[in-house]
Structures are given as structure tokens and as C-alpha cells.
């Protein structure tokens, strides 16, 4: 009996022991992401050190662990949640970020935090690249677009922008020199930062906001729907292209709270009278304040920001009104900027006022920001009549 007790603790000494061992190989990791639950399977096999004064050959070293271990897991997993929810770049870097912050917080190793951002992204094919100076870990990926406000650096004729700027907010990024720039030989597509498509997020994760406006002696009432988590993603986004800026669209839920409630608004409105009540609606509806104030620098709400931010500037009303006069009425519009100003002109059926011409199309102005004067279609505020204006964007609808 006693024989038979040693042999069956021994047995149980080895399943536990190989269980054990089992747990340390793999562990699972688990976030919110968007309206789903991401899981991942890591391998003790790409996990590397925890030394912080990083140099180029200790990246080097950490690159061949990582890359000869089991890593093809996490990348799959990322590339095919990316593909299922047609994640554009900029969001599935945000994928990209939960994903490191995980695998090896941010807050206890940042050079490895980042080192993990770089080889995820450089394995998902893009041009990413590291380089050291200053003591700093600098993190850099090819891009082709017209963006403003980051840190970049040219190397072989290709422009790369700096993805951790945020990180190192009082350091002028611009002198880094483009020397050393280690990269994943095979990764050479250009990241873009076009956002065409939101998140699908938990409708229970919604707030409701209250808006209300008066137009011509009544009261209109709206309940926004909005999600804080829209904040996060734009946190740190460039100042991209006009074209870019105004194409960024609202996600589910904000949109289904607002769009039929504005139709239904108009309903009954001739179409010169509907767009007198979206650019009225974007200039009154919500407060006003600049952005070196509001923040401190430049910086461009999308659509769905400016329903939720507390103040928001002439950039943040020109995006919004595009958007609903885009949505709603779908004609042609341009952006003009002044050079401290930008406003909107819509092309109608017959021009309204002063008009514009450009391109041989007549449009007219509708002025989506307050003035000191209540301007009406057509008009533009008495301050900029005689100052030169450049066309920043048009807009043509495609008719199918």
C-alpha cells in the first residue's frame, strides 16, 4: 500500500511539475479592444531582458530572441483582427500599442515596450526604424502623406515620422540625426495615417450629451451619443492633410444619435435653408475657444472630437459642417485658409451672395465658425475681404 502511495505522488509531483513548466513556456493575455475581447497566446520564447540602457547591440540581440522564437502567434493574431475589423494604419498601431503594453508595460521598461511596438509593426510588413541618441529609444516609420506637427528625419530619400514624439514632449526631436536607423530588412510598406473607418465600440459603452441650438425662434434638442474612447485613439494625432482631416467619419453609434435626427430636422427645408441650419448648428451649437489656449498648440478634432470637447476652433467647425453637409445634401464643397482662419464654401444650384470661383465652379460661403458679425450664406466676415485665401481642399461628390 505504502508502495503504491510513493508511486502515485510521484506521478503527481511529475504532473505538477510539467504543469508548472507548461504555464512558465506560454501565458495568455487578454484586453479590451474596440467591442471585442483580444487574446493572445505568448511564448516565453520572445520575451527579452529587462535591461534599460539599451544600445545597438543589445536591440540587435533582443531582435534575434524575439524573431528565431515563437512569436508568429501574437503577429497572426494581430493581422487577422486587423483584417477582419479593416483596421487603417493608424488604428491597428493602436492594436499595436495595447498589444506591447501588455506583452511588457510601458511604465516598468519602456525601451522594451517600444522595441516590442517596432517589431510587431516592422513584422506586419511596414517600413519601421529605431535609433538612439541622447539617450533616448526613437521610433520612426516611413510615411508618404503630407503631415505636420512630428519629428521627422529623411534617410535614403524616404521620409520617416517619429511615432513616440509624445514620450519625449519637451526634447527637440528634429535634431536627431538620421544615422543607424535599424530596421527589419524585409518590412517595406509606408504607414498612412488616413482614418476612413471607426470602430465598431460597445453601444453600452455610450454616454448621451445634450445639445441644443435656436434656429429662426425655435428650440431643436439633441441627445449625442458618444464614446470616450474615440479621445484615446486621437490622442496623440497629427495634423494630417486637409482631404485626410475632413474624410475622418463618426463611428456607429454617434452617427445613428445625430444624422437621422438632423434629417429629420430638415425635412420640409429647401436645400439653401438646410445648409443655413448645419452651419448655424456647427457655429452655435458648441463653445468656441482657440486652440493655443484650449491646447496649447495646433490641433484638429475630427468630427466626432468636436461633438464632445468643451471647446473646439475654426478647423474643428470647417471638419464638422463638411461632414454633415457631406452626409446629408452630398455637394460640392472647398476648404479656404487664411492664414489665421479657415472656412468653408458650398457650390448651389445658383451662386448666394459673394461668390467664388475656382476651378471654373462658382461656390458660396458658409461661415461654420462665429464671427463678430452673424453672417449669412454668401457672406464673409468683414475682417478677411481683402486678405488672400489658398484652397486647401475640394470636394467633389462621386455619383454612382
Known amino acids: 500500500m505504502n508502495r503504491l502511495l510513493k508511486i502515485f505522488g510521484t506521478l503527481i509531483l511529475i504532473m505538477t511539475v510539467g ?53 508568429t502567434a501574437v503577429l497572426d493574431s494581430l493581422l487577422a483582427y486587423k483584417k477582419s475589423h479593416q483596421l487603417n494604419d493608424w488604428l491597428y498601431y493602436q492594436l499595436i500599442r495595447r498589444t506591447a503594453q501588455a506583452i511588457s508595460p510601458k511604465k516598468d521598461n519602456y525601451e522594451r515596450y517600444t522595441f516590442y511596438k517596432w517589431f510587431l509593426l516592422g513584422k506586419s510588413g511596414y517600413d519601421a526604424r529605431l535609433t538612439l541618441s541622447d539617450n533616448r529609444i526613437i521610433f520612426y516609420v ?16 524616404k521620409k520617416y515620422m517619429c511615432l513616440n514624439r509624445h514620450d519625449y514632449a519637451y526634447a527637440d ?51 449625442i451619443k458618444l464614446n470616450s474612447e474615440v479621445e484615446h485613439i486621437f490622442l496623440n494625432y497629427p495634423v494630417v492633410d486637409f482631404e485626410s482631416y475632413f ?49 496649447g498648440k495646433e490641433k484638429r478634432l475630427s468630427p466626432e472630437e468636436t461633438l464632445f470637447a468643451k471647446y473646439s476652433d475654426c ?14 445634401y452630398n455637394l460640392p464643397m472647398i476648404a479656404l485658409l487664411y492664414p489665421t482662419h479657415i472656412t468653408m464654401a458650398v457650390q448651389f444650384d445658383k451662386p448666394i451672395g459673394q461668390p467664388i470661383l475656382y476651378n471654373g465652379k462658382t461656390y458660396s460661403f458658409c461661415e461654420p465658425t462665429p464671427q463678430k458679425e452673424d453672417l449669412n450664406i454668401g457672406q464673409i466676415s468683414t475682417d478677411l475681404r481683402n486678405v488672400p485665401y489658398k484652397i486647401v481642399y475640394a470636394y467633389e461628390p462621386i455619383h454612382k
Request: glycine share 4%; proline share 4%; aromatic share 16%.
Open 19 to 71: 504543469f508548472t513548466y507548461g504555464q512558465r513556456d506560454s501565458y495568455r493575455i487578454s484586453f479590451e479592444f474596440s467591442n471585442d475581447t483580444f487574446n493572445l497566446e505568448v511564448d516565453s520564447s520572445i520575451i527579452v531582458g529587462n535591461d534599460h540602457a539599451l544600445d545597438k547591440t543589445e536591440i540587435l540581440s533582443y531582435y534575434d530572441r524575439v524573431n528565431t522564437g515563437k512569436y
Open 142 to 157: 516611413y510615411n508618404d502623406e503630407d503631415i505636420s506637427d512630428i519629428p521627422f528625419v529623411m534617410f535614403m530619400s
Open 173 to 223: 526631436l528634429n535634431k536627431v540625426p538620421p544615422h543607424e536607423m535599424i530596421s527589419i530588412p524585409e518590412s517595406k510598406k509606408a504607414f498612412s495615417y488616413k482614418v476612413t473607418r471607426m470602430p465598431d465600440f460597445k453601444p453600452e459603452d455610450y454616454y448621451e450629451k445634450k445639445v441644443q441650438f435656436n434656429y429662426k425662434h425655435k428650440t431643436y434638442h439633441f441627445n
Open 247 to 295: 474624410n475622418i467619419p463618426l463611428s456607429k453609434e454617434t452617427y445613428g444619435s445625430l444624422i437621422p435626427m438632423l434629417r429629420k430636422n430638415l425635412e420640409g427645408m429647401k436645400q439653401k435653408k438646410g445648409i443655413d441650419y448645419l452651419m448655424r448648428f456647427t457655429r452655435y451649437a458648441f463653445l468656441y475657444e482657440d486652440d493655443d489656449k484650449n491646447f
Open 315 to 328: 478647423d474643428d467647425r470647417a471638419a464638422l459642417f463638411f461632414f454633415l453637409v457631406k452626409e446629408i
